[in-house]
């Protein structure tokens, strides 16, 4: 596609639901990464994808947060039990054919857990 | 682990001026840096990456340099225009990883 893609764009939950947050990157792209961005924060790195391994996960800030890529294409992120600290924007880049190259984002996840 | 900080948190210039934003790191291990521009409400656009090896690099009215041993990175904006108002990010490349710093504000006054 065009460019990195995110939905939804707004999501909206109780605490204590799962959320499923997607991400489409660009095509032909490789890396793959996840990020949140709380409230006048920087970006807080959460995982990093070369295909659809992951060959660092340390961001993830606990066992409730999970990741996957499938077709070394779509990533979802999914975040069990959800509490109001996860409220954040969640951003979604990727990168031509390995770490630490160009980094292309998409417009991000607001999440809100109420 | 590393740590980047931006100053200032915030900067509202007049059209015209020429401005220099901050960007310090705690560990000069550094594979590249890269700097990025926010909209608010949108996600991040790619301005400059400069590589380790590298001292500046420029794009347009924008240059970006890098002390590595000193960890240090400055983005300089030239005769900025209200258009250039934006959040500023930069980040430090390590591992697998950037480091993200909390970004300037920039304001450019018509």
């Known amino acids: 596609g065009a460019g990195v893609s995110q939905s939804p764009s707004n999501k909206v939950t109780e605490k204590g639901k799962d959320v499923e947050l997607r991400c489409d990157p660009i095509?032909?792209?490789?890396?793959l990464y996840w990020y949140r961005q709380s409230l006048g924060q920087g970006l807080e790195f959460l995982i990093y994808?070369?295909?659809?391994?992951?060959?660092?996960k340390s961001g993830l800030p606990s066992d409730r947060f999970s990741a996957e890529r499938t077709g070394g294409s779509v990533s979802t992120l999914t975040i069990q039990r959800t509490q109001q600290e996860d409220s954040a924007v969640y951003l979604c880049?990727?990168?031509?054919?390995?770490?630490?190259?160009?980094?292309?984002f998409g417009p991000g996840t607001r999440l809100l857990v109420l | 682990k590393q740590e980047v900080t931006q100053i200032p948190a915030a900067l509202s210039v007049p059209e015209g001026e020429n401005l220099v934003l901050n960007c310090s790191f705690t560990?000069?291990?550094?594979?590249?840096l890269q700097w990025f521009r926010q909209d608010p409400g949108k996600g991040l656009t790619s301005l400059l990456l400069?590589?380790?090896?590298?001292r500046e690099q420029t794009s347009g009215r924008l240059n970006a340099s890098l002390d590595k041993s000193s960890g240090r990175s400055t983005l300089y904006i030239a005769a900025s225009q209200p258009g250039d108002s934006a959040t500023y990010l930069c980040?430090?490349?390590?591992?697998?990883?950037?480091?993200f710093g909390s970004g300037t504000k920039l304001n450019v006054k018509p």
């Open positions: 400069i590589q380790s090896s590298q």
């Open positions: 880049a990727s990168s031509s054919d390995r770490a630490l190259q160009t980094q292309y």
């Open positions: 095509s032909g792209h490789t890396a």
């Open positions: 980040a430090v490349g390590a591992g697998n990883k950037f480091y």
């Open positions: 994808f070369q295909g659809n391994s992951a060959p660092d």
């Open positions: 560990d000069s291990a550094i594979y590249n």
